[in-house]
Structure formats: C-alpha cells, structure tokens
C-alpha cells in the first residue's frame, strides 16, 4: 500500500509548529497538511516542563503570534498561561483535527524523481512505524533534547542523603516546605525556580560558578493597560507588540555597540533593587558582555525580593563535591541541602534527532549552510524554524512560516516542484548561534554554517528581517529552483 500523501507535514505540535499550520491555512488554503507530534499533547515546551513558576523570558506581546492577539495585560506569562494560549489557537484555527500525536519523526528522505520527501515515523505509544510522503517538510521541532537535560555529574553524589531534580524531569507533588533547597545554576530556569519555592521552602540557595545579567521587567505592561480599555485588541496588540520589539531591538544594539556603558546600566539598575550591603561585584558582575550570552528577565524583580527578605541567598563558586548533607564548594564554603536542583541546561538536537536524505544520500547537517537562518544548502523543499536568541522565538517563527507559504505559492505559481538552497561560492565558516552559552557552545559542532553575507547570514535582527522574509525577493543567488524530472519511459517492441 502506497504511503498516505499530504502536501506539507509539520514536524512538532508546539509554539511554532501551531503557528506555522495557521499560516498554511490562511496563506495556502486548500494544502493539506499534517503535524507529527512525539508526545500526546500540544504545547511542546510549554507542555513539557512543569517546575514550579515556569514562565517565559520574554514577554507575551512578541512571543504571541502576529494573527493572535495576547488580551491580557501580563507581560510574563507563566508556562500554563502559554501552554493554554497555543491549546486555544489551535482549537479556534482548527488545526487540531491535522495532529498525530505519539509520532516521533525518525528519518525523511528526498526523491528528486518524485519531488517529495518520505517520512518515516515511530508511533511511541504502539511501536508501529509510519510512513506519510509529502512535497514540503517543516521541522518545528526546536532545538534542544526533550527526552533528556544536561546534566554534569559532580564527585560524591552517591553520598548525598536528599533529593536531586532536574527541572526537565520535575516530580509530580514536590513539596518544597520546610526544606533547604540549593539550585545550581544561573540562567533562566534558575532565576524563576527560586522566587518560586523561596515562598515556601525553609531557605533556597542559588548555586552559581559564573554570573549572570538579570533585568527587571514589570509583570504587566503599562502601554498594554492604557490601551486595553480604549483601543480593541486586534489594534491595540501591534502597537503594544511594536514597542516592544524597538525597545528589545534598542537595548540589543545598545549592548553590543557600547558593552561598557550597558554594563553600567544594568549594574546600577540591579544595585537598587539589592539589600544594602550587598555583594555585587561578586554575584551580579559576569566576566562577559552583556548579550554574549542570553539576558534573564525577572518580572516585577521577584529574585531581588526574595533575596531582600532573606528568603533566599547566592553563593559564587566552584563545586567541590556533594557531601552526605549538601555541597561543598572548592573555597572550603558548605551549603546545607535537602534538596539539590540541577539546572545546568539543556542538550541540543537539532531537528528532533531525526536524519534527513537526498537522492539516497546522507545529510550532514553540520557540513551544510544555513540559508536566511531557516533552509539547508542542498536539501530541496525543506524548512526548520530556530528562533531569536536576543528576542521572542515567535517574531521568527512567524517569519519563517509567512515564507514558506511564499515560497510554496511560488512553485505552484511557476510550475516549479522544488526549490534548493545551494551554498555561498565563498564558502561559509561562521557559528549557527552567535551566543557563549554552554549548551550552545557544547553542540555548535553539529550544527549548520552560516556565510558572512546575506542571504546566508543569520540576522538576529527582526526588522531587518521583516523587510528580508516579507518583502524580499523569492529568487536570489542562494536559492535555485528545478522542475519536475520527467519519469524515464521504456518503448517496448512488439515482435
């Protein structure tokens, strides 16, 4: 039996792959399409991780989509709030019916013959093997390890009597009363786990070998409650939405360009909200610029609260082992624990693990270019959205779903069946993520090359990007495009 055929399949039922089933519909009508999700339920990220005060770190105006307007004033959505805003515009769009969940991607292979790509799929809650064929694949699938966070391993953790979690495997239940907690980390998830449980636990300890630039941001937007009651959403959210991008752009560009002042700036800012006395230059003054690695964002500078109540603390310093009650740092310092909380980061994979083919050719995806951040040099008819890392995931997303639905009007408009990539003639030797984060730094040698030029050039830079992806030419010297080759025929004679 001849393998089901849709026109686009979506790889991923979260953030991005709900936005980029919307577009196709509004943008592609009469496409059919469908989204292969791993697990049972929508939201991927959102849906996955469950630790206590789960939220974004950016705010909800620019990590809503374009076509949906956020109708709360709340600037910083917690993950419920999120995972319910994805539920629901999946719901109101319709896409539901076109999701198979428990199908986690394993391979898909390009026919140049066929023009379509063959997807082979595992059903994790049957073990049954699936397989779909399409003329466009979509990977929004993200680009860290679902099934798997990292996670170092530290001398004497055999000995430790208490509890060790990481927040991607969170328990169900967990009761933080009355218990010392230590989270080891500094990054986003650390700084939103430990206002968190500081309410209720006994005292909570934030574990740090290096600091972090963490930013206070009001939990609910004050343009957004002006205009909330004077304008309708659908006109109101753009402006909110638009404010919001030039004021991350600013404060981006700002960094970059003057990193002494920026640091200056944050410095001060986090100094007001710290208990007199505080020891800044030791646990607020990272070694790097700021932007070298992502900023934290804490609403309404719960973190600083916490830290002015005495509910919690932060320690600087190296790990020398876990002892039977905590950890002991290399400074000779020991911090008492119940509880150790790991969250030491993410695995990166890219495109979900799976393996991709061309003409029964391997793809090495860490040989290949990047193509506007979204495409692969020599993989025809296929897309993978990866988000801003200096702005909201979405404000790409968004992007990259608008044009592939360009793109997929374009074939069908000039008679085209599939459009390549190919890879600057100059060569391309730049890093896919230009950010010292460990779990980026661990993982860069598996991921694309960019070029040092447009359009091979990743911009982390929405508006400019606006002007490329909306309005920018389909054809240019990055892409090409290849007709259908005709099917071989063999002229039988007749005796």
């Known amino acids: 039996m001849a393998p089901e055929h849709v026109d686009v399949v979506i790889v991923g039922a979260g953030l991005s792959g709900i936005g980029a089933a919307c577009h196709l519909q509004q943008e592609c009508p009469g496409k059919s399409y469908a989204i292969l999700e ?18 974004s770190d950016s705010d909800m105006f620019t990590l809503g989509y374009a076509f949906r307007p ?26 539901q019916g076109n999701i198979r969940f428990h199908h986690q991607v394993l391979s898909a292979a390009w026919s140049s013959q066929d023009a ?67 989270v080891i980390g500094s990054g986003a998830t650390a ?9 209720e636990a006994e ?60 640091r200056e700036l944050i410095r001060r800012l986090t100094e007001k909200q710290l208990p007199a006395g505080f020891d800044v230059d030791t646990h607020f003054h990272p070694p790097y610029d700021p932007w070298d690695q992502r900023l934290c964002l804490v609403p309404d500078g719960d973190l600083f609260g916490a830290l002015r109540r005495g509910e919690a603390s932060i320690a600087t310093g190296r790990i020398a082992r876990f002892t039977p009650t905590g950890i002991a740092l290399e400074s000779g310092e020991h911090l008492d624990a119940d509880v150790i909380v790991t969250a030491t980061g993410l695995n990166l994979l890219p ?24 495409m692969l040099s020599g993989v025809p008819n296929f897309t993978m959205t990866i988000g801003y890392t200096n702005a909201s995931w979405t404000l790409k997303a968004d992007l990259v779903s608008g044009y592939v639905c360009r793109l997929i009007n374009h074939l069908d408009a000039e008679g085209y069946a599939s459009a390549t990539p190919v890879a600057p003639p100059e060569g391309a030797d730049q890093p896919f993520l ?21 359009p091979w050039r990743l911009h982390q830079n929405y508006i400019r990007d606006v002007a490329l992806m909306r309005r920018g030419s389909l054809e240019d010297e990055g892409m090409t495009f290849q007709r259908r080759v005709p099917a071989t025929t063999t002229e039988k004679a007749v005796a």
Not at 160 to 181: L, M, T
Not at 435 to 452: C, E, N
Request: hydrophobic residues 35%; charged residues 25%.
């Open 38 to 55: 791993s697990r049972g339920a929508v939201g991927g990220t959102w849906d996955l991780f469950r630790y206590p005060g789960v939220r």
């Open 70 to 95: 956020w109708k709360e004033s709340t600037s910083i959505a917690d993950g419920a709030a999120i995972r319910h805003y994805i539920q629901d515009t999946a719901r109101e769009h319709g896409v």
């Open 116 to 182: 379509r790509w063959t997807v082979t799929a595992r059903r994790t809650d049957t073990g049954e093997t699936v397989r779909l064929t399409c003329s466009w694949l979509s990977v929004c699938s993200g680009y860290y390890r679902y099934d798997e966070g990292f996670r170092p391993r530290f001398e004497g953790e055999a000995e430790f009597s208490g509890e060790v979690i990481h927040p991607q495997h969170w328990p169900e239940g967990f009761d933080a009363a009355g218990k010392r907690i230590v």
């Open 191 to 199: 700084v939103t786990l430990v206002p968190s449980l500081a309410g």
């Open 203 to 262: 005292h909570v300890t934030m574990l740090q070998r290096t600091p972090s630039y963490i930013l206070s941001l009001p939990g609910r937007d004050p343009l957004a409650q002006l205009l909330r009651n004077r304008l309708p959403a659908k006109l109101a959210y753009p402006i909110v939405r638009w404010k919001n991008v030039l004021l991350s752009t600013a404060l981006y560009q700002f960094s970059r360009r003057r990193p002494a002042a920026a």
């Open 351 to 374: 495109m979900g693990g799976m393996s991709l083919s061309v003409d029964g050719d391997p793809v090495d995806v860490s040989q290949a270019v990047s193509y506007k951040g979204m």
């Open 434 to 454: 230009d950010l010292a984060s460990g779990y980026v730094q661990r993982s860069l040698a598996d991921l694309p090359k960019q070029g040092r030029r447009t």
